[in-house]
């Protein structure tokens, strides 16, 4: 049974724009939720997180916000660059970290010139 | 050099073929993982150690032993490799984080397993 889950494999947006990376949950014990970014022939990199006390947080271009009611979060990536283009994983964890991460299974996306 | 090194990062062996990952790291973490990444399935958790003397199977460790040499090195073997292993493996090292009040993870670039 997925915990995570992310249920757009890919997404396609020009440079500019925004995109917005969606991710559910259906584990109620997970507190703290991360985005990781994957290029190629690299592992996956932090991005940004967000703990379960918070609906929303910000790191320059890139905003996570948290509908703990829905068990959804989202990643809004503004203004969109071709650098972006990657795969992102949304993963979270419970017990204040003392639990595993656990991941999605990931959304490419691609910033057209 | 990198914080989490793998290594090999490319490998292809035959089937019934044993063989060992290997994952080193210079950031001091005591946290260690295996993760595994297959096309459109993320990546799943294989096994885990907390320090030296503590080892733990993840989601999918069946065909797969780890050891944990030091507080730096975490290896991943693959007793007998059949074809369904093909994958791409990463190895995890993850510290507490006081600026997130939680763990931070860092990755190594991975290993790319191919059996045939």
């Known amino acids: 049974d997925q915990q995570v889950k992310q249920n757009s494999p890919s997404l396609s947006v020009q440079e500019g724009r925004i995109s917005i990376l969606n991710c559910d949950y259906t584990?109620?014990?997970?507190?703290?939720f991360l985005w990781y970014k994957k290029y190629p022939a690299e592992g996956p990199t932090f991005l940004i997180s967000i703990s379960s006390i918070k609906d929303k947080n910000e790191d320059g271009r890139f905003t996570v916000f948290l509908n703990k009611s829905a068990k959804h979060l989202s990643l809004h990536i503004v203004p969109s660059q071709p650098g972006d283009s990657a795969v992102y994983f949304c993963a979270a964890s419970g017990q204040g970290g003392s639990e595993k991460l656990v991941f999605g299974k990931g959304t490419k996306l691609t910033v057209n010139p | 050099d990198a914080d989490v090194t793998q290594t090999p990062r490319n490998r292809i062996t035959k089937t019934g073929k044993r063989i060992m990952l290997e994952c080193s790291q210079t950031?001091?973490?005591?946290?260690m993982y295996w993760y595994r990444q297959d096309p459109g399935l993320g990546l799943r958790l294989i096994y885990y150690s907390f320090d030296v003397k503590d080892i733990n199977k993840g989601e999918i460790s069946d065909g797969y032993s780890v050891s944990r040499q030091a507080q730096a090195k975490f290896s991943l073997s693959l007793e007998s490799a059949i074809p369904n292993q093909t994958a791409l493996y990463f190895c995890?090292?993850?510290?507490?984080?006081?600026?997130?009040?939680?763990?931070?993870?860092?990755f190594g670039s991975g290993t790319r397993l191919t059996v045939v």
């Open positions: 950031k001091g973490h005591d946290r």
């Open positions: 995890a090292t993850s510290v507490w984080d006081s600026r997130y009040a939680n763990y931070g993870y860092t």
């Open positions: 584990n109620s014990m997970f507190d703290y």
